[in-house]
């Protein structure tokens, strides 16, 4: 088990049905051995299916010669596997600025920003929560949000039932996401060119 150093897990909660999800098993493991991490795996319909695949560097970085990287390699995997019947084409690309927030760490890495979060059951009749997250802790995600009449509280929403999550676009994240891919940069973690949230590599 993965686990960072506030004690949340780095492994992902979120999982992918049908198709994606039989992508994601297959590319997981390759994103891995390149030093990449998945975040997900969406498949859209039509004549020619496409397949959008969300990947960082463990920093949170994704440059676009990154995209590049991940572009070939999967595609080769998915040509030699076969998964898809007919013509499908393949979109790599960061989690960007609202990012989906697919693992426990995520909700630590974050906390103090606006996020969205939908369950797959509800909790005393709700399952859509929107607020400030708060961390993780003891398999919750915490996230302070308005009650109405009983005002705000911190809820622990937890990690088995969460269904979707994503940061909320505000000035504020934009500022924090531009200051932290930058810090990443002068520090060297980032040794490619463009590091940064909204790169993205298309491949027919």
């Not at 995997?77 to 998964?83: F, H, K, M, R, S």
């Amino acid at each position: 088990m993965q686990v960072v150093e506030g004690g949340a897990e780095t492994h992902r909660f979120y999982r992918e049905t049908g198709l994606a999800a039989e992508l994601a098993a297959l590319v997981e493991p390759a994103l891995g051995g390149l030093g990449f991490r998945l975040v997900r795996v969406n498949v859209l319909g039509g004549e020619t299916r496409t397949v959008q695949i969300m990947a960082e560097r463990p920093d949170g970085t994704m440059s676009i010669d990154d995209c590049e990287t991940v572009s070939r390699q999967v595609s080769a995997l998915i040509d030699v596997a076969d998964p898809i019947a007919g013509a499908w084409r393949l979109e790599v690309s960061s989690p960007g600025i609202d990012r989906p927030l697919v693992r426990p760490s995520d909700f630590e890495d974050w906390a103090g920003y606006d996020a969205k979060v939908e369950l797959r059951e509800p909790i005393d009749g709700r399952k859509r929560f929107k607020g400030r997250l708060e961390g993780f802790e003891a398999g919750e995600a915490r996230i302070e949000v308005d009650l109405g009449a009983e005002g705000r509280a911190v809820l622990g929403l937890p990690i088995a039932l969460i269904q979707d999550a994503k940061l909320v676009l505000t000035d504020e994240l934009i500022r924090e996401a531009l200051n932290r891919s930058k810090l990443k940069m002068k520090k060297g973690s980032a040794a490619h060119d463009g590091a940064g949230f909204d790169d993205q590599e298309e491949q027919d």
